[in-house]
C-alpha cells in the first residue's frame, strides 16, 4: 500500500521568497511521485511527477522536486514565490501498472506581498 | 496537456433526485477513469475506479448502488448520485489516465449541493 504525508496544511511566504512544501512517501513498491496544484473550485492541475528517472524533476511554473529514497520524501521547491502560486497543493503517490493515485491532505500556499 | 471535461460544472438538487455528472477525455482515450470526491479543505477521496467496459470497483465504505458508475466508452465516464440527500453534497472531480504518458489527468470538478 501507497500512502504520503505533507508535511504543514498551510504554508506562509513573502513574495520572492523560497517556497518548500514537504511530502513524504510509504511504499511497498518503487514509487510513482507527483505533485499536483489546485485553485479555488477547479480540478487538479499537474506540476510534475517523478516516474524513477532522474531524481530532480522539474515541472511547470518554476517548480522542481526531489526525489530522496533514503529521506522517503519528494519535497517541492520554487526558488522565487509568486502571488499566483497562492493554491492548495497535492502530492500523491502510486504503485506501477492501473493503480489509482493517493494524496495528501495538502498545504495551503499563501504569499504575501 | 490532456483535457479532461466535466458536465455540469455546479448543480443544486432537490433531496431524493438523482443527479447525472459527465466525464470527458478530450483528447485521448481513456481506459480507466477515476471518481473522487472532496470535502471543503479537504483532500481528495478515492470513490471509485472504472474501467471501459467493466463494472466499476468501489472503495470501502462507498455505496455502489447510491453512486452508480458507467464507463461505456473510451472517452465518457458518468456518476449518477441516486437518491440524493444533503450529506451527499460535495466537490466530485474525476480524473482519467492517459496511457501513452501514464499521466492522471483531473477534471474542474462538479459542486453539487442537495437542498
Known amino acids: 500500500a501507497q500512502s504520503v504525508t505533507q508535511l504543514g496544511s498551510h504554508v506562509s511566504v513573502s513574495e520572492g521568497a523560497l517556497v518548500l512544501l514537504r511530502c513524504n512517501y510509504s511504499s511497498s513498491v518503487p514509487p510513482y511521485l507527483f505533485w499536483y496544484v489546485q485553485y479555488p473550485n477547479q480540478g487538479l492541475q499537474l506540476l510534475l511527477k517523478y516516474t524513477s528517472a532522474a531524481t530532480l524533476v522539474k515541472g511547470i511554473n518554476g517548480f522542481e522536486a526531489e526525489f530522496k529514497k533514503s529521506e522517503t520524501s519528494f519535497h517541492l521547491t520554487k526558488p522565487s514565490a509568486h502571488m499566483s502560486d497562492a493554491a492548495e497543493y497535492f502530492c500523491?503517490?502510486?504503485?506501477?501498472?492501473?493503480?489509482?493515485?493517493?494524496f495528501g491532505k495538502g498545504t495551503r500556499l499563501s504569499v504575501i506581498a | 496537456g490532456a483535457v479532461v471535461s466535466q458536465h455540469p460544472s455546479w448543480v443544486i438538487c432537490k433531496s431524493g433526485t438523482s443527479v447525472k455528472i459527465e466525464c470527458r477525455s478530450l483528447?485521448?482515450?481513456?481506459?480507466?477513469m477515476f471518481w473522487y470526491r472532496q470535502f471543503p479543505k479537504q483532500s481528495l477521496m478515492l470513490m471509485a475506479t472504472?474501467?471501459?467496459?467493466?463494472?466499476?470497483?468501489?472503495e470501502q465504505g462507498v455505496e455502489k448502488d447510491k453512486f452508480l458508475i458507467n464507463h461505456a466508452s473510451l472517452t465518457l465516464s458518468t456518476l449518477t448520485v441516486t437518491s440524493a440527500h444533503p450529506e451527499d453534497s460535495s466537490f466530485y472531480i474525476c480524473s482519467a489516465r492517459d496511457r501513452r504518458v501514464d499521466t492522471q489527468y483531473f477534471g474542474p470538478g462538479t459542486r453539487l449541493t442537495v437542498l
Open positions: 472504472s474501467n471501459e467496459g467493466s463494472k466499476a470497483t468501489y
Open positions: 500523491a503517490v502510486r504503485g506501477s501498472g492501473n493503480t489509482p493515485l493517493v
Open positions: 483528447d485521448f482515450q481513456a481506459t480507466t
